[in-house]
């Protein structure tokens, strides 16, 4: 899975996103080359819900079924 920038360009490619106990691992390389670990835990997941509305929400549900679109 890749992440980008606005302007297009890769910023992370996620290699794996893994359980370690209550906490949420996502390895990957940051701008093709520097190696990245990063832990989400249970109190950080929940702020993260409350920062996105409900059509956010079904937005997110959504997301897998939608065909990707080029941006501008």
């Given amino acids: 899975m890749k992440i980008y920038s606005q302007d297009g360009s890769e910023l992370m490619d996620v290699s794996a996103i893994e359980r370690d106990g209550n906490k949420l ?4 390389k940051i701008f093709q080359s520097m ?6 835990n249970p109190e950080e997941a929940r702020k ?10 079904l937005f997110l549900l959504s997301m897998p079924f939608r065909k990707s679109t080029k941006s501008s």
């Fill in 25 to 28: 691992v996502v390895k990957g």
């Fill in 35 to 40: 190696p990245m670990t990063a832990k989400l």
């Fill in 48 to 57: 993260g819900m409350k920062m996105m509305s409900f059509s956010t929400w």
